[in-house]
């Protein structure tokens, strides 16, 4: 009697379909709580009578209309990831060549757009219209561009959570102002000095929080971003408390400066005199001092420093282990991230030509740091591009004046910009927590260089 072996039964996987009744339900109960919590912001108005009295204006539509773009949002969400779930893998194709050679080229590209970008603008839109571009949109960007690569090295590359970074970006603005005004020093002799002195704060702070990690160094740091603005607040002596410092000079062409007469930068390379000629200046200048920033921070990953950094974020216990020195590596992140704060902060002097405690307040520290968290910790590029679309996105909602026809005449776009950023950080955080670019690219390799997925390390790419 033969038996004959029976075939094994192989159970085939089979994608969950998308169930629209608990699609429906969930996306209600986002709607319920979303009106909930909208409606005492939305719902109401305050503004004053013609007694100059407040009083309080109904908007019930606004709640509402925020409850149904969450549910319809919602829905659309639960939908595409049940039809991404049971849409089959392709298989990794391989990259064509234009795709490689615009990736291997990406950065100089992006150089090279900038470096054309004030003078298209001059070109297209003349020197009065490219003003604001060059100035809200180029400068201002750029600003917070060197300002997250500082805050990069401490948060992305040593995983050392600062979140008072604003604090060596108001020592940097301070020491330029001061030394200008009271000893007449000229911006290029201050630069340096500046990044000096807010390099010595940097070591300063990473002094007492050589034993703290996460939560409580965060809160050390929050502290001392606090003490230096109510320091600056209340040393009015030195500082001139609230009022500020006014007057501050302005930078020159090495010596030369941009003015209107024989000795000033149109006349010495004969040009007409335009204001728009130190707009450019400043452009190319804080240009210069981003790309530096980059450069340096790129340099040092490779050194034996920026690797003992990645150690120390990725594994504390194991960086000792190793023999590596924990003290100096948390003190050089601290000083070459202050450093870089201090470097734009003296440009920001410069370029504002008035310095005040209103100017470093802790949401520029959140701010900064947000960049770096949205960016991708530990990448350049990503933090970059956060910054565009932070600073950026910012700056265009003062361009949307086509909505007060919807929502009236007093409605401000800029208002809602934190609801709007706060919105933004969410759906990051849902749809890719490790940033927008959140692969990595290991600094030493072996033989061939290649990206590592974000999911087997502790931060991002760089």
């Not at 939305?42 to 309080?56: G, I, K, P, Y």
């Not at 024989?262 to 452009?283: K, N, W, Y």
């Not at 990503?382 to 910054?387: E, F, H, N, P, S």
């Not at 909505?403 to 809602?416: I, M, R, S």
């Amino acid at each position: 009697m033969q038996i004959q072996a029976s075939k094994p039964v192989v159970a085939q996987a089979v994608e969950p379909g998308f169930d629209l009744g608990a699609a429906v339900k969930d996306a209600g109960f986002a709607a319920l709580v979303t009106l909930g919590l909208s409606f005492p912001i939305l719902a109401f108005r305050t503004q004053e009578d013609m007694s100059n009295h407040l009083v309080v204006v109904p908007r019930w539509s606004w709640p509402i209309v925020a409850a149904i773009l969450v549910f319809v949002g919602r829905l659309g969400s639960l939908a595409f990831r049940a039809r991404r779930g049971a849409t089959p893998s392709r298989a990794a194709r391989a990259p064509s060549r234009s795709s490689a050679f615009l990736v291997q080229y990406a950065a100089w590209f992006g150089i090279a757009a900038l470096i054309a970008f004030p003078l298209v603008m001059v070109l297209a839109l003349g020197a009065g219209g490219s003003l604001k571009w060059i100035n809200n949109y180029g400068i201002q960007i750029l600003i917070y561009v060197m300002l997250g690569w500082g805050l990069n090295i401490v948060v992305g590359l040593s995983g050392l959570l600062d979140l008072g970074y604003v604090a060596f970006y108001a020592v940097g603005a301070y020491s330029y102002a001061l030394l200008s005004t009271t000893y007449g020093l000229s911006f290029w002799v201050c630069l340096p000095l500046a990044g000096i002195l807010a390099a010595f704060w940097g070591v300063i702070l990473g002094f007492p929080v050589l034993r703290l990690r996460g939560d409580y160094l965060a809160i050390v740091t929050l502290a001392f971003g606090e003490i230096i603005r109510l320091v600056l607040i209340n040393f009015t002596d030195l500082t001139n408390g609230y009022a500020g410092i006014s007057s501050i000079p302005r930078a020159t062409f090495f010596g030369v400066p941009f003015t209107d007469g024989d000795d000033g930068f149109a006349h010495m390379f004969g040009l007409e005199f335009s204001p728009i000629q130190r707009t450019i200046f400043l452009f190319y200048l804080i240009l210069a001092l981003a790309l530096l920033t980059n450069a340096v921070t790129l340099r040092l990953r490779r050194l034996p420093v920026g690797r003992a950094w990645e150690a120390l974020r990725e594994d504390e216990i194991a960086c000792r282990s190793l023999g590596i020195n924990t003290t100096n590596t948390k003190l050089t992140a601290f000083a070459l991230g202050a450093m870089f704060g201090g470097f734009a902060g003296s440009f920001f002097a410069v370029r504002q030509g008035f310095v005040s405690p209103e100017s470093f307040t802790f949401i520029e520290s959140a701010t900064i740091l947000a960049i770096v968290v949205l960016g991708g910790m530990g990448s350049q590029i990503g933090v970059a591009l956060a910054a565009v679309l932070m600073i950026g996105g910012t700056e265009i909602l003062r361009e949307l004046d086509f909505l007060k026809a919807v929502f009236g005449n007093n409605f401000d776009p800029v208002q809602y910009r934190m609801l709007i950023f706060g919105a933004g950080m969410v759906a990051m955080m849902i749809l890719k927590p490790r940033g927008i670019i959140s692969t990595r690219t290991p600094s030493i390799f072996l033989k061939e260089r290649r990206a590592i997925s974000g999911d087997l390390v502790k931060e991002g790419h760089g």
